[in-house]
């Protein structure tokens, strides 16, 4: 492996750390394009040299680069291929002053997917949501697209399946975006309701297979239906995931909650930031938070743009318009006094 950067003159530490050539490449990334990254946010130079990686420049960022080095070594050690994803979340986390190894992760594996990939949190707030699901009864995972809020909770509700804590898995979403508009699409009502619902049986083939997949729903151990179906039942002994929770009506939300039954679990996703309801249409899901907010058995995990496992450019989308948002509330907030003082 080449050297990546020029020794600086005037470093005020080094650090060197053994290490061999696979774990190296894994590290490194493709053309280096890692630990370029990890140079340029850290504010250090990484030099490889004779199996020895050697970390220059001024001390407390030498120690910051030689923590993050050491825990993405353990990483590589115990299998786990380094990603860009991988790498942002450290960076992020070491420049923080977090005391959170982001080798911690590598301790949860939730299952397989039907590829061999293992399914496991890549972030310390995806971590906490998982255990959360184990912990309580019912759990609502709030955060932006790409934090993996549907896809964990399906692994969740599939490993649970078949260990056989419950006996079906049932996955809702309301086909509210539709609108009135839903009775002008082609074909029944199943087929007009699905493509809300595709997200779903993607992440469903992508964990289980489609055979398995197919055989368990054709014997209704896995039903994948709109919120509507869900009035009037009982749900006993099943995993139930309402998904795009954020547009449920209120109605809809307490209909939904009440229809839980024994030996069941719950979670329940959303993004309160990509409602489609009508205007002036309350969220159930904002509702919920707020009437439940103190109930002990529900728990409630709030994922940010730190936790988006998608593209890197995803996270920074993401981070953008939280940021907008911050800022067109801060001015809303502002000219709110303003015109309350001049009254």
């Not at 894994?26 to 890692?34: E, P, Q, R, T, V």
Request: charged share 30%; hydrophobic share 40%.
């Amino acid at each position: 492996m080449r050297r990546i950067m020029g020794e600086r003159l005037l470093s005020d530490a080094i650090a060197k750390l053994e290490c061999d050539s696979e774990q190296l490449q894994n590290i490194f990334g493709f053309h280096d394009k890692y630990v370029r990254k990890i140079e340029k946010d850290l504010a250090v130079d990484i030099v490889n040299r004779d199996g020895y990686v050697k970390i220059m420049g001024p001390g407390k960022r030498v120690e910051l680069a030689e923590r993050l080095m050491r825990e993405l070594m353990e990483m590589v050690r115990r299998g786990t291929m380094i990603e860009e994803q991988n790498i942002n979340y450290a960076v992020d986390m070491i420049k923080e002053g977090s005391d959170d190894a982001v080798l911690e992760l590598d301790d949860t594996v939730i299952c397989h997917a039907v590829n061999g990939k293992p399914i496991k949190p890549k972030t310390l707030g995806q971590k906490q949501y998982v255990q959360a699901m184990k912990d309580k009864m019912i759990v609502f995972g709030l955060g932006p697209a790409g934090t993996g809020k549907t896809y964990l909770a399906m692994a969740m509700a599939i490993t649970a399946f078949k260990n056989e804590e419950v006996e079906r898995i049932i996955l809702t979403r309301p086909a509210i975006e539709a609108g009135e508009k839903l009775g002008f699409l082609p074909g029944d009502l199943q087929s007009k309701v699905d493509p809300y619902l595709r997200p779903l049986y993607d992440a469903l083939y992508q964990i289980m297979g489609a055979e398995s997949f197919t055989r368990n729903m054709e014997k209704g151990l896995i039903e994948v239906a709109p919120l509507a179906y869900m009035r009037g039942r009982t749900l006993d002994n099943a995993y139930i995931i309402l998904d795009e929770a954020q547009n449920t009506t209120e109605s809809q939300m307490k209909m939904f909650l009440t229809r839980i039954g024994f030996g069941s679990k719950v979670v329940i996703t959303g993004d309160s930031s990509q409602k489609d309801l009508a205007h002036g249409v309350k969220s159930g899901l904002d509702v919920a938070l707020k009437v439940l907010s103190k109930v002990e058995e529900i728990g409630f995990c709030n994922l940010t743009s730190r936790d988006v496992v998608r593209h890197p450019l995803v996270q920074q989308i993401v981070k953008a318009y939280e940021d907008y948002e911050k800022r067109q509330n801060k001015l809303a907030h502002k000219e709110e006094r303003y015109s309350g003082k001049r009254r």
